[in-house]
């Protein structure tokens, strides 16, 4: 099987690296070579500390996309539009296609799905979520069997990392994100790993193989991690709580609710345990009534090894087993479904007390239950049961009123 590889950044290199080192046992194995024949990169002539790849290199994506060698592509270039075009092409072309592009999955996950079944070819990406951990596959075949209501989890490697080390060492989150990104699991932009939208795209990949729907990014409601400051992560602290960054999506079978925001968790749960860049997903269903994967979910060693098994899968012909085909009829989508208590941190400024921020509060219908001090300018409010729709209104009216404030919902487990 010879393989087209697009991108030699983080992810390719870590694909490379394993496909060479493997490269006589898999053969063994498999009675037959894996071999990465061309290599896409944006610039020929950087330095790269790679042996072997010099004389593969092009920066014209059709040379590889067109070469009727080719099997299989991996794309890893990351980005949306090029991206994109780039994986469509290849299906059209036959060609088979493992990525690990959360942006690309996230938006066209039904159309490369149903082109890649008309062509009879693997579009898998079980690197787009979770990194190393082996869970698009195993929820793919559980989907089959099972009808999955609930599907939730800490799935962005470089947030979970920045909150671990603003926890656990008292660092400043700047300074946190900037070791996340020198180990290579921040995006290429990290305001998609800070304000959401990595989140939101695995968490759209995550329930559309869970509940066999197709749910895009903007079907997902999220909200920034980035006003959570030291203080509060000390407070909570102090109260045995941690924060994490956390996606969560329901069904009823009918509507779907999908919400990416700050969640409190107790120190005795599970997902409180995960830290620096592992993440956890569980889900609940008929059958099953609740599985959990736990894993590396970020860096180039844990997603490369992702990346290799959708392509053994490929070359073993086993991805033909759990084709997951998602329904023609998208759902309806709701946060009224996502309900819990809130917890609500201001910032009093001098012009400003608190009475406008209760006046608010009533005007929304959010009831509120406790209200504490930590410092003279600082409160702390803990909502009634609210859905998340309301909190998500309530948060758009107080940035209106110039406080700065974190509200997180508090999760059982
Ligand atoms: P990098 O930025 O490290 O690497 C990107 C690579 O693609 C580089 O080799 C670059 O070339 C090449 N490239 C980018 N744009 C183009 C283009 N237009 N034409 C040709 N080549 C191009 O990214 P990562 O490896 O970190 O991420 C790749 C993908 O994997 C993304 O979709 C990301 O979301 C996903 N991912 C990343 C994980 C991680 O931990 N980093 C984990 C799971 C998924 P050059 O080398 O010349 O600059
Ligand atoms: N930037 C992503 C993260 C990479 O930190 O989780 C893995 O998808």
Redo the contacts with the bound molecule.
């Keep these: 099987m010879k393989i087209g590889l ?8 870590g694909v490379f690296e394993i496909i060479q080192k493997r490269k006589q046992s898999l053969q063994k194995l498999y009675g037959q070579p894996l071999e990465i024949t061309k290599i ?5 002539n ?1 330095k ?1 500390d790679l042996q072997g790849v010099k004389g593969l290199l092009t ?1 014209d ?1 059709y040379e590889i996309l067109n070469d009727p060698s080719i099997d299989l592509i991996i794309e ?4 949306l539009e ?2 994109y075009q780039y994986i469509k092409y290849a299906l059209q072309n036959e060609k088979h296609v493992v ?5 690309v999955v996230s938006l066209h996950m039904k159309e490369l799905l149903d082109l890649a079944q008309k062509n009879q070819k693997a579009f898998l990406f079980e ?2 979520v979770g ?1 190393g951990i082996p869970l698009l596959k195993p929820l793919r075949q559980c989907s089959l069997l099972n009808n999955f209501y609930e599907v939730k989890g800490i799935v962005n ?1 470089t947030s979970n990392f920045i909150l671990t080390k603003m926890t656990e060492e008292g660092l400043d989150f700047h300074e946190a994100l900037k070791i996340a990104q020198d180990l ?5 932009d990290p305001t998609d790993d800070i304000k959401g939208a ?1 989140v939101a795209r695995k968490l759209a990949i995550l329930s559309s193989l869970a509940f066999h729907r197709d749910i895009t990014l903007g079907d997902v409601l999220y909200r920034s991690i980035k006003h959570v400051d030291r203080e509060d992560i000390h407070y909570l602290k102090d109260k045995g709580y941690s924060v994490k960054y956390f996606g969560k999506a329901l069904t009823n079978g009918e509507k779907v609710s999908a919400v990416v925001e700050p969640v409190l968790f107790q120190r005795i749960t599970q997902f409180e345990k995960v830290k620096d860049s592992f993440n956890m997903v569980s889900v609940k269903g008929d059958n099953l009534e609740e599985l959990r994967f736990y894993g590396e979910g ?3 060693n ?2 490369a090894n992702a990346i290799v098994c959708d392509v053994i899968d490929i070359f073993t012909g086993a991805y033909k087993k759990d084709f997951v085909v998602l329904k023609e009829q998208k759902p309806k989508i709701s946060s009224q479904l996502l309900q819990g208590k809130y917890l609500i941190r201001i910032v009093l400024k001098d012009s400003l007390n608190s009475c406008s921020f209760l006046k608010l509060a009533d005007e929304n219908e959010i009831s509120l239950q406790r209200i504490e001090k930590p410092s003279p300018k600082r409160r702390i409010f803990i909502t009634e049961k609210v859905s998340a729709e309301k909190i998500k209104k309530f948060i758009q009216d107080l940035k209106h009123l110039e406080f700065s404030f974190f509200v997180a919902r508090i999760e059982k487990e």
């Design positions: 697009l991108g030699l950044g983080t992810v390719g290199t896409l990169v944006k610039d020929k950087k790269r920066t994506p890893v270039i990351g980005g090029k991206a990525t690990a592009n959360k942006a690197a787009s990194g490697g290579g699991y921040a995006e290429a990595d970020a860096g180039k844990a997603s």
